[in-house]
């Protein structure tokens, strides 16, 4: 009797805490929607019948997300008091990936990442626990994939040379491998970089059209360069392999673009040149016009000085009964030159 009333006083102590912070008991024909970059969503472990128990039927909880675009949804989820198996289907019910999840480390969250492409997804939480109770979220992690998503060998994704490009392996992608296509108008070199943006490794291999291998190589956290290969023009298929979910960073870089873009920065650096050149010629014309303009200034103004100095003595010598007649004509001499001296001042100086 004294056990019977610990369990009931353990369930009733377990229903007065957790209900009123907003868990909800999941029903197993429920699906429930739920938002990425949401808040955490609370479950509670309903009690089984005993016809389920007798059938060993484990309760299921669904939940149901979108994805706008191809991107890295991280799963955070705590558990308490029982374990449980967490799956996720895509929306056709398919399988992409199982994980188990327990009460082991009940402060820190478990976190799974997931690589997704657009889509409708749905998580299922399945448990045979009498009782206990769960919560989790979805964070977009976010994605900078760059790469044309391939689908298969026949339908490879084009792909230009000289493009630095980001590609992606996606949870419950049934093989880890994608497929590239470029074409070369002309003979090229051509250097293959790679390598994966986590601690998993991604191989490639390039072809020719007809299935001719021209080189392969495997790269590590680090990354890879290959040799450079010299490829006559036609069109090739580029082919990336992991072993794992996740992105991988890669370029096929031209020695022809290489050397167009050399030709286009040596053109640029002349015409900067020539453009530098150009403005120092022009700044020291204007110095040398503002030079010759301020020297003819000077003479300008020496010359009235001059002619002012002069008539000046003329009119002292002046004398007789012509004088004032010699007067005039040196006073007007005088201001003619002084008017053309001050003409001259005046176009230098617009």
Same mark, same amino acid.
Do not use: W
């Given at each position: 009797?004294?056990?019977?009333?610990?369990?009931?006083?353990?369930?009733?102590?377990?229903?007065?805490?957790?209900?009123?912070?907003?868990?909800?008991? #999941?029903?197993?024909?429920?699906?429930?929607?739920?938002?990425?970059?949401?808040?955490?969503?609370?479950?509670?472990?309903?009690?089984?019948?005993?016809?389920?128990?007798?059938?060993?039927?484990?309760?299921?909880?669904?939940?149901?997300?979108?994805?706008? !675009?191809?991107?890295?949804?991280?799963?955070?989820?705590?558990?308490?008091?029982? *374990?449980?198996?967490?799956?996720?289907?895509?929306?056709?019910?398919?399988?992409?990936?199982?994980?188990?999840?327990?009460?082991?480390?009940?402060?820190?969250?478990?976190?799974?990442?997931?690589?997704?492409?657009?889509?409708?997804? !749905?998580?299922?939480?399945?448990?045979?626990?009498?009782?206990? @109770?769960?919560?989790?979220?979805?964070?977009?992690?976010?994605?900078?994939?760059?790469?044309?998503?391939?689908?298969? =060998?026949?339908? &490879?994704?084009?792909?230009?040379?000289?493009?630095?490009?980001?590609?992606?392996?996606?949870?419950?992608?049934?093989?880890?491998?994608?497929?590239?296509?470029?074409?070369?108008?002309?003979?090229?070199?051509?250097? #293959?970089?790679?390598? &994966?943006?986590? +601690?998993? *490794?991604?191989?490639?291999?390039?072809?020719?059209?007809?299935? %001719?291998?021209?080189?392969?190589?495997?790269?590590?956290?680090?990354?890879?360069?290959?040799? &450079?290969?010299?490829? &006559?023009?036609? +069109?090739?298929?580029?082919?990336?392999?992991?072993?794992?979910?996740? =992105?991988?960073?890669?370029?096929?870089?031209?020695?022809?673009?290489?050397?167009?873009?050399?030709?286009?920065?040596? =053109?640029?650096?002349?015409?900067?040149?020539?453009?530098?050149?150009?403005?120092?010629?022009?700044?020291?014309?204007?110095?040398?016009?503002?030079?010759?303009?301020?020297?003819?200034?000077?003479?300008?103004?020496? #010359?009235?000085?001059?002619?002012?100095?002069? #008539?000046?003595?003329?009119?002292? !010598?002046?004398?007789?009964? @012509?004088?004032?007649?010699?007067?005039?004509?040196?006073?007007?001499?005088?201001?003619?030159?002084?008017?053309?001296?001050?003409? %001259?001042?005046?176009? %230098?100086?617009?």
């Amino acid at each position: 009797m004294r056990k019977i009333n610990q369990i009931f006083t353990v369930v009733l102590i377990f229903i007065f805490t957790f209900l009123p912070l907003g868990c909800m008991i #999941v029903k197993a024909e429920e699906t429930i929607p739920i938002d990425v970059n949401g808040e955490y969503v609370t479950g509670v472990i309903e009690t089984r019948t005993k016809d389920e128990m007798a059938a060993n039927n484990n309760r299921v909880a669904s939940y149901e997300f979108q994805v706008d !675009k191809s991107t890295f949804v991280e799963l955070h989820f705590i558990i308490h008091g029982c *374990s449980a198996g967490v799956t996720l289907l895509d929306a056709d019910e398919k399988h992409i990936a199982d994980i188990n999840v327990d009460d082991s480390n009940k402060q820190e969250p478990f976190t799974k990442t997931y690589s997704l492409r657009p889509g409708v997804y !749905k998580l299922t939480i399945q448990t045979s626990a009498q009782i206990g @109770d769960y919560k989790f979220k979805l964070t977009d992690k976010g994605s900078k994939e760059t790469a044309p998503e391939s689908s298969d =060998a026949t339908t &490879p994704a084009p792909i230009n040379v000289g493009e630095s490009l980001t590609g992606m392996f996606y949870s419950g992608q049934k093989e880890f491998l994608n497929y590239y296509s470029f074409k070369l108008d002309k003979p090229d070199v051509i250097t #293959v970089s790679l390598s &994966p943006t986590d +601690n998993g *490794s991604v191989s490639y291999s390039l072809e020719n059209s007809d299935e %001719v291998s021209k080189q392969d190589g495997t790269a590590y956290s680090k990354g890879i360069q290959g040799e &450079p290969i010299s490829l &006559p023009s036609g +069109n090739y298929l580029f082919k990336v392999s992991g072993n794992s979910e996740g =992105a991988y960073n890669f370029k096929l870089d031209s020695q022809n673009l290489i050397d167009e873009k050399k030709a286009e920065q040596a =053109a640029e650096a002349e015409k900067k040149a020539q453009e530098k050149k150009a403005e120092e010629d022009a700044k020291q014309a204007e110095e040398n016009a503002r030079n010759g303009k301020m020297g003819i200034i000077v003479i300008a103004l020496l #010359v009235i000085v001059a002619v002012v100095v002069f #008539v000046t003595k003329r009119i002292k !010598k002046d004398k007789g009964k @012509d004088a004032a007649l010699k007067i005039i004509i040196d006073l007007i001499v005088g201001l003619a030159i002084a008017i053309i001296a001050g003409f %001259v001042i005046f176009l %230098v100086t617009r």
